[in-house]
T-cell receptor
């Protein structure tokens, strides 16, 4: 089992560019989520999905879009990158009332 | 909304010292509690979790945590730390009805050899 796979691992964007961070899980988990990690702030929830076709906003959703067309995939789209979106992004999956399983992370720098 | 407080942002210990990291969450009801560890340059890994039952939970690598409902606390302990425990530690909680987590700010532990 690969678990939760994120691509790319590193990315540099220019302000205003768009991109998609990919996340795939092979554990048939219903729940998937995106977090961003910033120094001294822990991880904060960006968007969340409880199943294919169902998404919801987390604590810091502005500037990000998600969709969940399949159980396996949960891509995160940055529509117009800003320096404030420089961060490490983690995708996670799990079932109700279990721990979350995290991917390796994507380190994004917006210049 | 639920919030999580971790008491110390940086902790420096010598090898063999005992460790206790504090964690408090903001309100009760049904909660599931977690401690995750992030080694330098790596993703988050689960150390231990509490859902119900015995409030003293044992995890991997000799870590344990105690859930005290009346204090809304879930403190992490290890009797004797090793240099390899150098990492950042995160306390997290969910509301028991899904898989969304609220994280504390993290505690960076450095163990001196």
């Amino acid at each position: 089992n690969a678990g939760v796979t994120q691509t790319p691992k590193f990315q540099v964007l220019k302000t205003g560019q768009s991109m998609t961070l990919q996340c795939a899980q092979d554990m048939n988990h219903e729940y998937m989520s995106w977090y961003r990690q910033d120094p001294g702030m822990g991880l904060r929830l960006i968007h969340y999905s409880v199943g294919a076709g169902i998404t919801d906003q987390g604590e810091v959703p502005n500037g990000y879009n998600v969709s969940r067309s399949t159980t396996e995939d949960f891509p995160l789209r940055l529509l117009s990158a800003a320096p404030s979106q420089t961060s490490v992004y983690f995708c996670a999956s799990g079932e109700a009332n279990t721990e979350a399983f995290f991917g390796q992370g994507t380190r994004l720098t917006v210049v | 909304a639920q919030s999580v407080s971790q008491h110390n942002h940086h902790v420096i210990l010598s090898e063999a010292a005992s460790l206790e990291l504090g964690c408090n969450y903001s309100y009760g009801g049904t909660v599931n509690l977690f401690w995750y560890v992030q080694y330098p340059g790596q993703h988050l890994q689960l150390l231990l979790k509490y859902f119900s039952g015995d409030p003293l939970v044992k995890g991997i690598k000799g870590f344990e945590a105690e859930f005290i409902k009346s204090k809304f606390s879930f403190n992490l302990r290890k009797p004797s730390v090793q240099w390899s425990d150098t990492a950042e530690y995160f306390c997290a909680v969910n509301d028991g009805y899904g898989n969304k987590l609220v994280f504390g700010a993290g505690t960076i532990l450095r163990v001196k050899s």
